[in-house]
């Protein structure tokens, strides 16, 4: 008899080292994800907002019912002399306060482009080490696709207090100052912009020059979503599949950049949260930041459009 319960302790145990190899089969069991149909489920609690982060000429024509609306320059810090940099503790306290966010609230963010603006305010409250966040993948469409109700309406807002904690968690941000020192430390730099921007060929508004940081690898960030269908996070297989082929480890130290910080947060999200990597650090700045200094060593390899 002791025997066969130690046979079956070992096979349990096997079974439970086998499950715990496939956690993460999909990139909906991600605590910072939530599915169009899980958020049907709890879209009429008290204590859930939901941000409608895309360009409020799209807001107001269509958008989730109760949706409150956001932009990047909400989240901007408009006291640099170039744009991008994300908004000081006081101006996310503020802003949620005025749009009726309370500290306690859990926090569904969705857009129409991939998650590519959702993830950039994960970012910035993950650095206010705010966590009760989550993102609707496939953003409006999903939502739309699967019978959640859509108006034009706008809510009236009602003020309320929103605060953060006085921690600033540096986990997944690097400095100007320390991306200039990594280039010395031969510190793996990963660009997410499209080709054209990387070569230098193409200068979008806001950046001061063409060009790339020194050293970068070239990934599009957009090559992590159907980018020409549903716009839905891949699977991580896929995801995996295609972050291999850059030859980095799980443990290396990334740092990753896009033109203002965006598509890199982007790329960040799917990284860490996704795939598990490590040591992943977003620029804020980024291209627009570093283009803006002069003394800032930059390569680019072919002669440069002004493209807005």
Known sequence: MNWRISFIGIALFLLSCQQEKTVKNDVSETIYLIEPLDLLNIVNDHNIKILDFRKKEFYVKEHIVGAINIWRTDIEDKLFLYSGVMASKTQIETLFGKLGIKTNDTIIVYDDNGLCEATRLWWILQYYDFKNIKLLNGGLPEWKANNGQVTSEISELSESVFKLSNNTMKQYYISKEEVEEALYRNMIILDTRTADEFSGRRQKKGASKGGRIPNSIHIDWAKAINYDSDKRLKSVKDLDSIYNTLNIKKNDSLIVYCHSG????????????????????????SWIEWSYFNDLPFKKDSITKNIN
């Open 262 to 285: 965006v598509r890199s947060a982007h790329t960040t999200f799917v990284l860490t949260q996704i795939l598990g990597y490590k040591n992943v650090r977003n620029y804020d700045g």
